[in-house]
Nanobody
Framework: QVQLVESGGGLVQAGGSLRLSCSAS????????MGWHRQAPGKQRELVAV???????NYADSVKGRFTISRDNVKNTVYLQMNSLKPEDTAVYYC????????????WGQGTQVTVSS
């Protein structure tokens, strides 16, 4: 079972940038896809970005053009570059790994808080 550890969250003003990192304890090449979800207070967890093993990407409409997902296969790390942050981006961001068994079998990190002040 892989362990995922997120980092890079924090407090930033609207319009600012943050880069989240998700470090895996094993090779990320073993996964069909990796990505990020987020959960704001009182809201359901939602998909933010996903990167497949074939390098295709998918983003939530709310972050398209502002967020970029990428990975470093040598470092076994997935990144989420977040630019032009808005207060509505405030949430706990969770990294996940999809081994192909469906959402019930996703591996999850512990989450990192992102707070965007207006």
């Amino acid at each position: 079972q892989v362990q995922l550890v997120e980092s890079g969250g924090g407090l930033v003003q609207a319009g600012g940038s943050l880069r989240l990192s998700c470090s895996a304890s094993g090779s990320i090449l073993n996964f069909n896809a990796m990505g990020w979800h987020r959960q704001a207070p009182g809201k359901q967890r939602e998909l933010v970005a996903v990167l497949s093993s074939g390098d295709s990407t998918n983003y939530a409409d709310s972050v398209k053009g502002r967020f970029t997902i990428s990975r470093d296969n040598v470092k076994n790390t997935v990144y989420l570059q977040m630019n032009s942050l808005k207060p509505e981006d405030t949430a706990v961001y969770y990294c996940y790994a999809d081994g192909g068994g469906g959402p019930a079998f996703f591996e999850w990190g512990q989450g990192t808080q992102v707070t965007v002040s207006s």
